[in-house]
């Protein structure tokens, strides 16, 4: 017996536009790893094999999401927040086509492939708030959490597949084509992007004015105001900062634990990738059958214990499972966190709501896995990485305390009802306008 439509597996793929937002982030995320990949390693030659330099080609591409992305917020929040994603993909493009010309033409240097890198992650923070905040639109609220799933297998997909892209380039036909490809990849996610830009009106927004600043303060207020998107922004940094960072110190601890090099390091990385596909598309098969919050705690709870086994168990078999299990966790946790926050936001704040996630998430990453990859140099490898996984365990006591008054919280909020779409968007649907 098959599932009534809107319920199954793969729901949110019932509409076409979400389909053409997925494969953007597809695309587009698999632009962005096979950057760090190919800047990271030129970066690397070019700066006469200093660690240092990778390390920075990282760092460009993260901070501007802290930065530039809060108030690519509020913009996505009075223009067609499509054309905002494609506008920033475009970006994109246009910074690996112009380091692949430089490469092809025997100019490129460690300025040229710092300063794409800065680019890119400029272009990175103006095109994440807008499409996430359109994505409710595409599949309404009964499918939110589907899409969410989706997404997110599409952003850990793009780890496999853009580095995988980039690698073969480089290996067979150097930097520049390297580079290409990963403008070419940005280009299709611009296409994509900007096709349902065409598609989709916002319809009427009141006026942001006040200053630039003035929309950003609006939505740190509104956040703090809005039950219950506080407590789960401050759910999220936690997860962010005590388990996703931490998966950083892998290597190290793959050498100091399981007394393995990269071949190990490659296996714990590879069951992670793995779960972090397989996780979502558990939670897809399952449906509506787990309430989001109870899914909350009992990912924020596995997010957490598998990094203990991880790194305090020295046995290789017993570390990749934990890896996949953690992979996996952290994945729906993240998946669940969004669809609840951008389910609870009005469509007027949704841009600055993801904004201020996307900012808290990889700053919170972005600093503490530098504290944490800092702690691992003078203490042992796997307590580092099981210390923070107690330690989230341990925070979401609270939140799993406070789980009734959250889940109350999220269903006083009033349906979200998508504004109305073009006549366009339902011809391309592939079903009829009352499920778009």
């Known amino acids: 017996m098959s599932r009534p439509p809107g319920r199954g597996t793969f729901a949110a793929l019932e509409s076409r536009p979400f389909r053409w937002v997925w494969g953007a982030a597809l695309t587009g995320n698999s632009g962005r790893f096979g950057v760090i990949l190919v800047a990271g390693w030129e970066a690397f030659r070019l700066g006469h094999g200093s660690a240092l330099w990778p390390s920075l080609v990282s760092f460009l591409l993260l901070v501007p999401s802290m930065l530039f992305g809060l108030l690519a917020g509020g913009i996505a929040d009075r223009v067609n927040r499509a054309r905002q994603a494609a506008s920033g993909q475009l970006v994109n493009a246009l910074a690996c086509g112009a380091v692949a010309a430089l490469t092809v033409a025997g100019h490129l240097d460690l300025l040229a492939v710092l300063l794409a890198s800065a680019v890119v992650g400029v272009g990175n923070s103006v095109q994440g708030p807008a499409w996430q905040a359109l994505v409710p639109r595409l599949v309404g609220p009964e499918r939110l ?20 892209l980039a690698t073969a380039t480089l290996a067979a036909a150097g930097p520049g084509a390297a580079f290409a490809v990963c403008a070419g990849l940005y280009v299709v996610g611009t296409l994509m992007f900007w096709r349902v830009g065409r598609v989709v009106t916002e319809g009427p927004r009141a006026p942001l004015t006040g200053g630039v600043w003035a929309p950003v303060a609006d939505g740190l207020r509104y956040a703090r105001a809005q039950a219950p998107l506080g407590t789960l922004l401050i759910w999220v940094g936690l997860h962010c900062s005590l388990t996703m960072a931490s998966i950083g110190i892998l290597p190290v601890v793959a050498v100091a634990n399981l007394g393995g090099g990269a071949g190990a390091y490659g296996v714990l990385l590879t069951a992670f990738g793995l779960g ?9 098969w399952l449906g509506r059958r787990v309430e989001p919050v109870t899914l909350l705690v009992a990912t924020g709870v596995l997010s957490g214990a598998p990094l203990v086994s991880l790194g305090l168990v020295p046995n290789m078999v017993v570390a ?5 299990l953690a992979g996996a966790a952290q994945a729906v946790f993240m998946a669940g966190i969004y669809s609840l926050t951008q389910g609870v936001a009005t469509d007027a704040m949704r841009g600055r709501v993801a904004s201020i996630q996307l900012s808290l998430t990889t700053g919170a990453m972005g600093l503490t ?3 944490w990859g800092a702690l691992a140099g003078v203490m042992a490898p796997g307590l580092v990485l099981a210390a923070p996984g107690i330690a989230f365990v341990l925070a979401c006591v609270p939140f799993a305390r406070r789980r009734q008054w959250i889940r109350a ?4 909020r009033p349906a979200v009802r ?8 339902a011809r391309l649907a592939d079903e009829t306008p009352g499920r778009l």
């Not at 990749?320 to 996949?324: G, H, I, K, R, Y």
Request: glycine fraction near 10%.
């Open 145 to 164: 959490l589907n899409a969410s799933l989706m997404v997110r297998i599409a952003q850990q997909g793009a780890e496999m597949t853009g580095p995988a």
């Open 276 to 284: 972090s596909v397989l996780g979502p598309l558990g939670m897809m």
């Open 320 to 324: 990749a499972v934990s890896s996949a």
């Open 369 to 371: 896995s530098l504290g």
């Open 409 to 412: 919280a999220v269903r006083s």
């Open 418 to 425: 998508r504004p109305a779409l073009e006549p366009a968007l």
